[in-house]
């Protein structure tokens, strides 16, 4: 049953591009040599660079590679691995224990970092040992998404270095570069779609202003009605990504400045800085004073370019300028907020994902982070990995977030990495603009499946240094009711006078509440790879239905 609630939600044309992908691999992986040999020996167009070849819009990522002698010290996700030359590139066991960083590997960003000598070392030895079609190519090299990722690096570095790199080097990559790019047109992700698909078409659009060729006409005219097709399809009428997750909406915001940069004026051209305006916004109203973004769903504070530099990139290419909003709405999305200088609350009150895209969602419906002069106080439960295990689950599930479970299930069946069944309907009650800050209040039906049919109602009262909220759980039958609050770890917790102090440097904060509480130990994962201890506050309710609620004000 749990793969059925699955694939009900997913549409037609992804169930269809899928079967079509699975089939179209397992084919090429088994007559691996006649489709190799069909791709690297089809003739090639005339490999003349556009003399408007493009340079890259923002700031090299120096951090991502150490040089030292022979050895090449690499590090993504919080996870350093030196390599010597020629570089192993499907490392024993990162298939299956850490996926994501064989991914950043393959993207090659580490690229900016290194000396032209490197570079021309490190790009030839990809070319001579990462042919296409090895078994499970999908997830490695020729991945579609890594393939985008490092077509767009190589063309860069390649506009940067150009009168540096050897002529015979400077073939051999630019043939490699036509090579990729054909197979990338044959294989968009149109199942996955998202974020994913963005990246395909990033490529495609730079590749058409990078070549002087035909091919490279074919791929700009594709990459651009793709690209007004799911301008329309993902982006919210609030600016905001559909997958909803910020640091997504950050990676995202940033892949379409790059779009916008590459396209010639035209229809595409203003139909992308239309909805590029709404999206800064957001991305502004979802930056927190420490200038990160949010942690709901998934992502970290440093997952993708940060707020700042993505604006600067806007503001350089429009001379436009965007203020982060005292209020925040963003309604589509579901996401409202108070910045009040350097105090900021931030509550995700939307539902998790789109149905048919659930893979970076979390059960975090009606949960909230808070900053207070700057310094996070409640905070989001952040991601570790994307591997299958217990940390990838804790990171979805309902009890790593600031809202209410029931007997500590999740408010959506998660399961896998990335799956969904059952999931919740969330409506938004009542939203209303305050003198002083901002009431919420909403409902979602995400435990309807068990004894009882619960729904869950809260409101959230904001205003500077004071959050209250209220919890209601109707029906239900017995089924114990929850609030937790995540600290973040700078934070201590002691007891005066009968209620709780919550303590981080000179911010103090007090817990107000008739419900029992337990203080427990709880991870807080900030960025992939980072896991600090912390503390996690939990709010016995008692019996469904019931109702509880608490006080969280700033004591001066």
């Not at 090299?141 to 400077?170: D, H, K, N, T």
Request: net charge positive; with cysteine; hydrophobic share 40%.
């Amino acid at each position: 049953m749990r793969m059925v609630h699955t694939v009900r939600h997913v549409r037609p044309h992804q169930l269809l591009y899928r079967l079509h992908a699975t089939l179209r691999r397992a084919w090429r992986v088994r007559r691996a040599e006649r489709f190799r040999a069909r791709l690297m020996d089809a003739a090639l167009p005339p490999l003349a660079v556009s003399g408007r070849a493009p340079k890259p819009v923002f700031p090299p990522r120096c951090h991502l590679a150490a040089l030292q002698g022979g050895d090449y010290t690499l590090t993504f996700l919080n996870a350093a691995r030196t390599f010597t030359h020629p570089i192993t590139w499907h490392p024993p066991g990162l298939e299956a224990d850490n996926h994501l960083w064989l991914f950043h590997l393959h993207y090659m960003e580490f690229l900016e970092a290194l000396p032209d000598e490197a570079f021309v070392a490190v790009v030839d030895d990809w070319i001579a040992h990462v042919p296409p079609y090895r078994p499970r190519y999908w997830l490695s090299g020729w991945s579609s998404y890594v393939l985008s990722i490092r077509c767009v690096v190589w063309m860069q570095q390649f506009a940067e270095r150009r009168r540096r790199l050897p002529a015979a080097f400077q073939k051999r990559m630019l043939a490699s570069l036509v090579r990729q790019l054909r197979f990338l047109e044959r294989n968009l992700e149109r199942d996955v779609g998202g974020n994913h698909l963005i990246k395909n078409i990033k490529a495609l659009l730079w590749a058409g202003r990078f070549w002087d060729h035909a091919e490279a006409g074919r791929w700009r005219t594709l990459g651009e009605r793709l690209l007004v097709q799911e301008l329309d399809e993902q982006i919210l009428p609030d600016g905001m990504h559909y997958e909803r997750s910020p640091a997504y909406h950050t990676q995202v915001f940033a892949d379409l400045v790059e779009c916008f940069a590459v396209l010639d004026d035209g229809p595409a051209r203003e139909r992308l800085r239309a909805v590029l305006r709404p999206m800064a916004q957001a991305l502004a109203d979802l930056t927190h004073p420490d200038g990160h973004v949010s942690l709901f769903n998934d992502g970290g504070l440093h997952m993708a370019y940060c707020p700042a530099a993505c604006l600067k990139a806007w503001t350089a290419l429009t001379h436009e300028h965007v203020r982060q909003r005292r209020a925040i709405a963003l309604e589509a999305a579901g996401y409202y907020g108070l910045r009040a200088g350097d105090d900021y609350v931030l509550v995700d009150g939307g539902k998790v994902a789109p149905d048919f895209l659930t893979a970076h969602g979390h059960g975090d419906i009606f949960s909230f982070e808070w900053t207070i002069a700057a310094k996070r106080f409640i905070v989001d439960a952040g991601v570790y990995e994307y591997t299958p295990g217990a940390r990838r689950a804790y990171a979805r599930s309902t009890r790593a977030h600031n809202t209410l479970t029931l007997d500590g299930l999740d408010q959506c069946e998660f399961w896998s990495s990335f799956r969904m069944a059952r999931r919740a309907r969330v409506k938004r009650l009542h939203y209303e603009v305050t003198a002083d800050g901002f009431t919420f209040t909403g409902a979602h039906d995400g435990y309807r499946r068990l004894a009882g049919g619960p729904i869950h109602e809260r409101t959230t009262h904001v205003r500077p240094g004071r959050i209250e909220v209220r919890d209601w759980v109707e029906g239900g039958a017995g089924q114990c009711a929850e609030a937790r609050l995540l600290l973040h770890p700078g934070c201590t917790v002691e007891e005066q006078g009968g209620v709780l102090l919550l303590r981080r440097e000179d911010v103090a904060v007090r817990l107000v509440t008739e419900a029992a509480v337990q203080v427990e130990p709880a991870p807080w994962f900030p960025d992939f790879g980072v896991e600090r201890p912390s503390r996690r506050l939990v709010l016995h309710y008692g019996e469904a239905p019931c109702n509880g609620a608490f006080r969280l004000e700033r004591v001066r």
